[in-house]
C-alpha cells in the first residue's frame, strides 16, 4: 500500500503561482511513476503531468508545458509541482497518484495508477 497525501493549494490571482507537494508513505519504491491529475467542476479527470519516480523523466499535458514543472525530492518521498503563470482555467482540484512502473506505462491514462491522494483545490481568480 502506498499512501499520499496532498498540500498547498489555495486561492491565487490569475497570474500568480503556487507550489503544490505530494508526500508518499508506505511501500514507496523507486519502480514507481507519480503523477498530478485534476479535476474542474463539471469536466472529467484530466492529466497534467507525470514523473518517473528513478531517473525523474516528465512528461506534461500541453495545456501546462511551459507553465508547470514537476519534480520529487527522493530522500523525502515526495514529490513536488510547481505551478506558475496560472490562470482560472486552472482552476480544480489536483490529485496525485502512483503507478507501478512497468514497460510502456502510459503516463496520461488514470487506470494506469492504483493509488490517489484525497486532492487539494486550487482556485485561481480573475
Sequence with gaps: QVQLVESGGGLVQA????????????????????????????????????????????????????????????????????MNSLNPEDTAVYYCAAAIMRYGLMFTLQREYTYWGQGTQVTVSS
Design 15 to 82: 497570474g500568480g503561482s503556487l507550489r503544490l507537494s505530494c508526500a508518499a508513505s508506505g511501500r514507496t519504491f523507486s519502480n514507481y511513476a507519480y503523477g498530478w491529475f485534476r479535476q474542474a467542476p463539471g469536466k472529467e479527470r484530466e492529466f497534467v503531468a507525470g514523473i518517473r519516480w528513478s531517473d525523474g523523466i516528465t512528461h506534461y499535458a500541453d495545456s501546462v508545458k511551459g507553465r508547470f514543472t514537476i519534480s520529487r525530492d527522493n530522500p523525502k518521498n515526495t514529490m513536488f509541482l510547481q
